[in-house]
């Protein structure tokens, strides 16, 4: 009966596999793909990497050329205030206190705004750097001396103005869970440069998870092989890492290998490929033992290199965590995802004032984010190395005012029509801006950029079509730009 109930669960898993599509081209005398070319449904065949079966992380290469061989991803969860950085807006100065214009209101849905709130001017004085002539805020000096290697998008724009589902979009394309996330795809695409290493991890830093927690970092419909593992900068880099009392190396060994007997047999007699993935996992924690240590260990880097980012080892923070980054880059991991908690600057308590908490967050990032990149510069990584900052979607140019109130600190709303991202490194445009606001903020006025088409020019940096990476599940060919119409921004690419 369990054999049976094995069986019926693999035939189950097989059928799911099947979408419309593949029953059409497949049926009789092939009269189903007649009838989708008619349809205009028969394109080019979707990519799926072919890794070793016994290495679900094999390093392959992309289908079509690449500038990028890994990603860096620095996210700023709470959605930093765009208005406050990088988009100086002066007009928006002169409005500072006047009542908001209902034009800028009707039809609008805000997270906490009522009523008619009072325009927020720029909180901090701006000036332009390098030969880019770039704007930055006064609150990110290390920052601005970096920036003619960046390349900033100013249009940013999202369909979620709540924090968890406009964190699911920004990594996984979809604002529900349950869907592979961005790093996912990659190491899927791509495995991994070091086998004794995971090819997606993750770092925390600022004291909380980001609202939509570990499906950030999920595999979704992808084996769990491809899921983000989440390691500590203080303590043992990943939980249960070392073996139980009294169990030794070579013990663990044996026990592997016959667990992965036996485990090949159930794959051969029933064909489930989680049962792969399972194996794969556990010889990746085995070798992760000695491998990850070693390497989350910044108390090896030199001191000159720990001082500029202003890392102490041993503590948990965005600047022992960018150093980390440089590392894992280092040796062969190819996608690294930092998150940092604390940039949600509604005004409602001290620490999440644009005059208070907002200052301290901003002292935190500024030299070890620009350390990153010049680090990364210096050590030859940048030229194939992508790295990404941004939030979850953009702020209101408008204060915050709670029950129709002004609040004691100052903040500003949710604005999911206008965001600033940055990127860096393999195949985008040193000292280029792309994109304008408005006078004031708060939506694109040239060049609007969707999630989707950042997503397709992260994959197309990377090698990958976005239309054809993919993988089927429920009915459709699922994809990190969905089902909607998404573009390469060809004008940022160098």
């Known amino acids: ?13 097989s059928l799911e596999q099947t979408t419309r599509r593949h029953f059409l081209r497949e049926s009789t005398t092939g009269l189903g793909a007649i009838w989708m070319a008619s349809q205009g449904l028969a394109h080019a065949s979707p990519y799926r990497p072919q890794h070793d079966a016994d290495n679900q992380l094999s390093n392959l290469q992309p289908p079509l050329p690449a500038k990028a061989k890994r990603i860096i991803y620095l996210h700023m969860i709470g959605a930093p205030s765009q208005l406050e950085l ?5 007009d928006l100065a002169r409005l500072d206190g006047q009542d908001c214009p209902q034009e800028f209101l009707e039809g609008k849905r805000f997270a906490f705004i009522q009523g008619t709130p009072k325009m927020l ?12 002539g770039a704007w930055v805020t006064d609150r990110l000096p290390h920052f601005s001396k970096v920036v003619d290697d ?16 406009a964190q699911l979009m920004v990594h996984t394309g979809q604002a529900r869970m349950g869907y592979p996330s961005i790093g996912s795809w990659v190491t899927w695409g791509l495995g991994t440069e070091n086998e004794d290493l995971p090819g997606f991890i993750v770092l925390l830093s600022g004291g909380r998870q980001p609202r939509a927690g570990k499906s950030l970092w999920s595999s979704g419909m992808l084996p769990s092989v491809y899921q983000g593992i989440q ?18 190396r070579n013990e663990r060994r044996q026990l592997l290998d016959t ?10 007699e029933f064909g489930d490929p989680e049962t792969l993935t399972r194996i794969s996992q556990y010889e990746m924690a085995f070798r992760m033992q000695t491998a990850v240590p070693e390497v989350m260990d910044i108390s090896n880097e030199p001191k000159h290199i720990q001082e500029m980012y202003g890392a102490e080892p041993g503590k948990e923070s965005f600047a022992n965590n960018c150093l980390l980054a440089r590392r894992l ?59 990404i900052w941004s939030g979850e979607f953009g702020r209101t140019p408008m204060r915050e005012n709670r029950g129709g109130t002004e609040m004691a600190f100052v903040g500003r709303d949710h604005n999911p029509g206008a965001f600033t991202l940055w990127m860096a490194g393999a195949g985008v445009k040193p000292g280029f801006t792309y994109g304008e606001t408005d006078p004031i903020g708060y939506g694109a006025a040239q060049n609007p950029v969707h999630l989707r088409d950042f997503h397709a020019t992260l994959l197309h940096l990377l090698g990958f079509e976005h ?6 599940f429920q009915g459709l060919n699922q994809k990190l730009t969905g089902v909607l119409p998404a573009h390469v921004i060809k004008d940022i690419l160098a």
């Open 121 to 132: 001017g720029p909180q901090f004085e701006f000036k332009q750097h390098g030969d880019s």
């Open 150 to 165: 960046v390349c900033f998008i100013k249009t940013m724009q999202t369909d979620q103005f709540n924090h968890g589902p």
């Open 329 to 387: 880059a280092q040796e062969g991991v190819r996608f690294i995802q930092l998150f940092d908690w604390g940039w949600d600057s509604h005004g409602a308590a001290k620490a999440e004032a644009l005059n208070e908490g907002f200052k301290d967050k901003c002292r935190q990032i500024d030299q070890p984010m620009s350390a990153l990149l010049t680090d990364l510069k210096q050590q030859g990584l940048l030229e194939d190395t992508l790295v």
């Open 259 to 268: 667990l992965g007997k036996l485990n090949r047999e159930a794959y051969q």
């Open 231 to 248: 390691c500590r900068s203080a303590g043992d880099p990943v939980l249960n890492i070392s073996n139980p009392k009294g169990v030794s």
């Open 1 to 13: 009966m369990k054999k049976q109930t094995l069986q019926q669960e693999a035939r189950y898993r």
């Open 86 to 90: 990088f988009d100086y807006k002066p």
């Open 467 to 472: 239309e054809k990476l993919s993988v089927p």
